[in-house]
């Protein structure tokens, strides 16, 4: 092998991940559920115009979409949406409620029957009613979910609430067949979770300026014969204790998962279960996330870990937990369980997210769905290490570094490669160690590329995400320049050809650090935050509109902090190449905000690229945009760092 081994410069090694490839493995599964014995789960098609599938397997192992294109399973509701579908078994076979994108109606279909029927009308208001966390409720020939209605044309004039929706489709035109099961009592809200008997349902609220990581209520109510919530009352939870999942014991024991010691744990009617300095949860981005759920034997499956999410089954009497055996190391909070069965969705750094059952009564997991194929040699898969670095005040700054790797070429002596810095989005959030062909796309080709896990992600304790109150723009940049500047002084990057990129949040990471540091040669900005008072004061939607009193402070306090910060105040300090890169069909970061940056950038020379995608929102969805994305990006490297990749598009500059 050594003598088949090429000496080429780092960002010329041949590749066989081409953009393509990636894009078509964008994605994982996600909203798992059993129905009857078979499991369910929705699926990205980045070749199918980016719908969001239904997918089914049967008790042969096969596959199938339950509906065909265009039907696209996706909620809107706070604009990231949640679980959008549910099902029951019946004489006649499956009965599958689901939430449709293009117009966010909530309809009936029976799989090999008549055409999807609605069950919501429309309404011309503002974004009209939404719908996410359906649960069909045959005895009472209703589904009960969550209800956002639009009350206004603004994006923060809305309403959100349990609602019980007629599954005999009289509501389909007649908005006062909807029976509301509570008043809107709180700006947010979770579906509901009725107990084992039947008398009692728990959800999750909370309020702006919150978000549901600051602080949440744990809400339980009576049910009432007549099917309406009677006497709500706060079990748990509070402006500085997050409660992100909730749900019933067999025994009608209330669980929940808290973070009340710093650290999501979980409880059992207020005791904890499995005390650790770990994480049981996580930040809800989506309604209907879970990272526990209960069995009919009372042990109960959960995610945990510091920095990743293992399965295991936790055993609630003498707290003793077992992890799954098998190669993942990291789930998505998509957990269902099925008498003893629990599913859930698993990936490693060297297999894509897969769909995975474990048997809790014998220990034994398996992929029964969405199965990892090695599209091409793993030999070309990146070989990440996970590093802990060294920020300002001497603070913990936890990473993933992807060095370049290539079984058949090396770089020439003396030389190092360049490296990109990947900022994650939220930026509540982390990035997860898993196998991920866009970055391989780099890696392959001689690009290093170190995902930061800066201040303020998820995954360490409340304390870490904390470093980020009032300091977005600060603590984030700070972090991901120390990893970059580290990397160099140990000899493993390049100091002249470091990058930072990031979408979203990661964004706005991105270009803060372009206008505050001098530490990259160039970076890749996709649909960011660029300026702050606009965004905070109506250029975003509802959910994440008063998010920056927390990351910033409150506007009418300091509002010459949101101009200080934000980089579209300070174009005249960007001196480095950028590529832009935004979807024209984004409410939650706007085109405004990149035309804006950009009129200020203009006459200064900069070199740069602006894309936009039409039909495209808030996270790339479609093929074809993800390869022209990719490639303008390898593009722009190449040119700011000397680069000779083969067969990629050139990316026009101007200046």
């Not at 997918?55 to 192992?61: L, T």
């Not at 004039?157 to 007629?166: E, K, M, Y």
């Not at 001098?518 to 970076?523: E, K, L, N």
Request: charged share 25%; with cysteine; glycine share 12%.
């Amino acid at each position: 092998m050594g003598e088949s081994v090429r000496t080429l410069a780092y960002g010329a090694w041949p590749s066989p991940i081409d953009a393509a490839l990636a894009a078509a493995h964008d994605g994982r599964p996600d909203d798992v559920g059993f129905v009857g014995d078979e499991v369910w789960w929705t699926a990205p098609r980045p070749t199918e115009g980016g719908r969001r599938a239904l997918v089914r397997r049967h008790p042969d192992g096969t596959e199938e979409p339950v509906l065909p294109p265009p039907w696209n399973v996706r909620s809107r509701v706070i604009e990231y949406g949640g679980r959008p579908w549910a099902a029951v078994t019946t004489d006649a076979g499956p009965l599958v409620v689901f939430v449709n994108f293009a117009d966010q109606r909530l309809y009936a279909y029976r799989p090999g029957g008549a055409e999807p029927r609605p069950l919501t009308p429309v309404s011309p208001v503002g974004g009209g009613l939404r719908w996410v966390e359906p649960q069909v409720r045959p005895e009472r020939g209703e589904v009960w979910c969550v209800l956002e209605e639009f009350t206004g044309d603004g994006p923060t004039d809305v309403r959100r609430l349990p609602v019980a929706v007629p599954l005999d489709g009289s509501a389909a035109d007649d908005r006062d067949r909807l029976r509301e099961l509570t008043g809107a009592r709180h700006r947010f809200v979770t579906g509901p979770r009725v107990s084992p008997d039947g008398r009692r349902a728990a959800w999750l609220a909370w309020d702006h300026p919150r978000m549901p990581w600051d602080g949440t209520e744990l809400i339980v109510a009576d049910i009432g014969p007549d099917g309406t919530f009677r006497d709500a009352r706060t079990a748990a939870g509070g402006p500085e204790e997050s409660v992100t999942q909730v749900d019933w014991a067999p025994d009608g024991a209330l669980l929940y998962a808290s973070d009340r010691t710093g650290w999501w744990n979980l409880y059992r009617d207020g005791s904890p279960l499995c005390a650790r300095d770990e994480e049981f949860g996580g930040p809800l981005w989506k309604l209907g996330q879970r990272w526990f759920a209960p069995l009919d034997s009372g042990v109960i499956a959960v995610l945990h870990g510091r920095g990743a999410a293992v399965l295991g089954i936790l055993d609630p009497e003498t707290g003793d937990l077992v992890d799954a055996a098998g190669p993942w190391t990291e789930f998505a909070p998509a957990l269902a369980a099925h008498g003893e069965r629990v599913a859930g969705v698993g990936a490693s750094p060297h297999s894509g997210y897969e769909v995975v059952e474990l048997d809790a009564r014998t220990g034994r997991a398996r992929v029964i769905g969405s199965l990892h194929e090695d599209v091409v040699d793993p030999a070309y898969y990146p070989r990440p290490e996970i590093r802990t670095f060294t920020g300002p005040d001497g603070r913990d700054i936890h990473a993933h570094l992807y060095p370049p790797h290539h079984p058949g070429c090396r770089a020439p002596e003396g030389t190092l490669p360049p490296y990109v810095i990947w900022a994650h989005g939220g930026p509540t959030t982390r990035s997860p160690l898993v196998l991920d062909l866009e970055i391989a796309y780099f890696t392959s080709r001689g690009i290093g590329v170190a995902e930061v896990n800066y201040g303020g992600s998820s995954g360490h304790g409340r304390e870490y995400r904390n470093r980020l109150r009032e300091q977005w723009g600060v603590v984030d940049v700070e972090d991901c320049a120390a990893v970059a500047l580290a990397l160099a002084e140990q000899g493993t990057a390049d100091r002249r050809r470091l990058a930072v990129r990031g979408g979203s949040a990661g964004g706005w990471t991105s270009a803060a650090s372009l206008a505050t540091t001098d530490v990259y040669a160039c970076g890749t900005v996709i649909y960011p935050v660029l300026d702050l008072t606009g965004w905070g004061t109506g250029e975003t939607h509802d959910f994440e509109s008063r998010y920056l009193e927390s990351l910033i402070g409150p506007y009418a306090q300091v509002p010459g902090r949101y101009a200080e910060r934000s980089p579209a105040e300070h174009a005249d300090r960007v001196t480095a190449p950028f590529l832009l890169l935004q979807g024209l069909d984004d409410v939650i970061c706007p085109p405004v905000q990149c035309e804006r940056f950009l009129a200020r950038m203009a006459g200064r020379g900069v070199p740069h690229a602006y894309l936009t995608f039409e039909g495209e929102g808030h996270g790339f969805r479609r093929a074809e945009t993800m390869v022209r994305a990719l490639e303008a990006e390898l593009s722009l490297y190449a040119q700011v760092f000397g680069l000779d990749p083969q067969g990629i598009p050139t990316l026009e500059l101007t200046r």
